[in-house]
């Protein structure tokens, strides 16, 4: 008997742990829905299981998946309420266990017929998440010829409430994926390709006077060409980073860095690029802050970034971007500025420009370059402002601990 009811509670924990993994399938229903009919299938010992759904507006339970050769023709079998077992199990939302189906009136044997499989017991199980139908689930014919007792019973109920509970997310997660759509997502996502595709027109024409170039033998648009192709791949770079940088919640990799190296680093990255606009980038540091912590690459795409808004912003033949730190002693910080003499930000504006996919650029913005400044200042505990006149210019100020907090890797 003790040894009984040990095995009752292995077998207990053993479905337990297996039907923990429902959860994990909720992206894909049909996969889902197979798997808890595998499951239960093995689980209680059976020779086959079937799921029938549960459709609200036609009132019906319909086969999503059947299992067998002929399995197929069962998905064209709908159950009304109250018709055959699962029908009578999903009107009545109780356990239907049925030792002998020959002596069950229910018994509905159109299924049998269908798929060629004979049924000698049925136990059967609504499948119900907050008081809501979903379905029902049915595992056929014992093993070794027994019926299905008590135990089983309660075996089948642990499977039934973790698959109600993944089927009715499943549904959730499909629901919210129809919406985004529609929605903010979709849009993004028509938004990113068009400049995706932008770049790429871009990349196309620097390759065709490249090409032309090579065919005839002249160099006249081999420096054009290329020079267009070097900077479309910049922008699906800058591109494809900004959105990795915005997907992905990062805490810092902490380094140690010497700011005035940093920054004329960047610098350096635009001084040729400048130069042929006649414009010009300059690095003013404070010589005294040569240990500084932040992670260098997500500070590098903050710099970047603000740069290329600069570039941008400012106009041919007089332009000018200056990088500079200073420290603020009193709260152990130190700040980074970029200060260009472009077209400035209307106050109108001002507060919407670190939204995602605001852009005054049209097609040749993507809106995201402040948005990830914004994430990856935040994420360094940092702050940023922002002075502007319409016509005279630019000053982005971050501002930054001087070391991690404590508890931040520093490598
Ligand atoms: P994008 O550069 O793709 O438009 P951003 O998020 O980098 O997207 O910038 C959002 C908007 O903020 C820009 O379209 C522009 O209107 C404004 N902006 C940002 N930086 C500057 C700057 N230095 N000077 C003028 N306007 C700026
Ligand atoms: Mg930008």
Redesign the pocket.
């Known amino acids: 008997m003790e040894n009984q009811e040990k095995d009752i509670l292995q077998r207990r924990l053993d479905t337990l742990q297996k039907v923990s993994s429902f959860i994990l399938y909720i992206t894909n229903l049909h996969q889902l829905l197979e798997l808890i009919m595998e499951e239960s299938k093995e689980i209680l010992q059976a020779e086959a299981s079937s799921l029938l759904l549960y459709d609200r507006k036609q009132k019906v339970l319909f086969f999503e998946v059947a299992r067998g050769e002929k399995g197929d023709k069962l998905k064209r079998i709908k159950l009304k309420l109250g018709q055959g077992i699962a029908g009578v199990c999903a009107r009545d939302r109780r356990i239907v266990n049925v030792q002998d189906v020959r002596k069950e009136s229910h018994f509905y044997a159109l299924a049998d017929k269908k798929s060629k499989f004979q049924t000698r017991n049925i136990l059967a199980i609504p499948l119900v998440w907050k008081r809501k139908l979903l379905g029902v689930l049915e595992v056929l014919n014992k093993r070794h010829g027994d019926s299905f007792n008590e135990a089983d019973e309660q075996l089948l109920q642990i499977v039934a409430t973790q698959a109600a509970m993944a089927i009715e997310n499943a549904y959730l997660y499909r629901e919210n994926l129809r919406k985004a759509h529609f929605s903010g997502v979709g849009q993004a996502m028509l938004s990113l390709s068009h400049d995706i595709k932008n770049i790429l027109n871009g990349l196309m024409g620097g390759l065709t006077l490249v090409d032309e170039a090579f065919k005839s033998g002249t160099t006249d648009n081999l420096k054009t060409g290329w020079e267009i192709v070097r900077r479309n791949v910049q922008r699906i770079s800058d591109l494809i980073l900004d959105m990795l940088n915005f997907s992905t919640r990062k805490k810092p990799l902490y380094q140690k860095v010497n700011l005035p190296g940093f920054l004329e680093a960047t610098a350096r990255l635009y001084h040729d690029f400048l130069r042929e606009k006649n414009c010009s980038i300059s690095v003013e540091a404070d010589q005294s802050l040569q240990e500084v912590f932040f992670d260098y690459q997500g500070m590098e795409r903050v710099l970047i970034?603000l740069i290329?808004?600069?570039r941008?912003?400012i106009p041919e033949n007089t332009g000018k971007i200056i990088l500079s730190s200073r420290r603020i002693p009193e709260r152990n910080r130190f700040e980074i500025s970029v200060r260009?003499n472009?077209?400035?930000?209307p106050p109108e504006?001002l507060k919407k420009?670190f939204e995602v996919f605001?852009?005054?650029?049209g097609h040749k913005?993507?809106?995201?370059?402040?948005?990830v400044v914004k994430k990856i200042v935040s994420e360094h505990k940092g702050q940023i402002r922002i002075e502007?006149v319409v016509g005279q210019g630019?000053t982005?100020y971050i501002t930054l601990p001087v070391s991690p907090g404590d508890g931040t890797q520093v490598s």
Do not use: P
């Not at 472009?342 to 930000?345: D, E, L, S, V």
């Not at 605001?358 to 650029?361: D, I, P």
């Not at 913005?365 to 948005?371: C, H, M, S």
């Open positions: 970034n290329n808004n600069a941008e912003a260009d472009g077209c400035g930000i504006n420009i605001f852009t005054t650029k913005g993507t809106g995201l370059g402040l948005a502007s630019t982005f």
